[in-house]
């Protein structure tokens, strides 16, 4: 996932631990690995439509290019 996103291990290790003490996200170990889901999956519609009306605004104000993506971005490995 860091490698994917660009990001520090150490960000995304920092992240994953303020999301799951606020329980956002279950963790799930497996041997050396730690998985983790969503608790709601309404998150992610919830994320995509507050994304959806910031760069509404943005557009508008001409701070970002019209034709921008409002599409929610899935990161998988």
């Known amino acids: ?3 994917t996103i660009g990001v520090p ?3 995304i290790s920092q992240h994953l631990t303020m ?5 956002i996200v279950n963790p799930r ?3 050396q690995n730690v998985y983790y889901s969503l608790v709601d999956p309404r998150l992610i519609e919830a994320c995509a ?3 959806s009306i910031l760069l509404d605004g943005m557009k508008s104000r001409g ?8 599409k929610v ?3 998988e490995e």
Do not use: E, G, P
């Open 73 to 75: 971005m899935v990161v």
């Open 9 to 11: 291990l150490a960000n």
């Open 63 to 70: 701070l970002v290019a019209s034709d921008v993506d409002t």
């Open 49 to 51: 439509m507050i994304r």
């Open 1 to 3: 996932m860091a490698k």
């Open 19 to 23: 999301l799951k003490s606020r329980n």
């Open 29 to 31: 170990k497996d041997a």
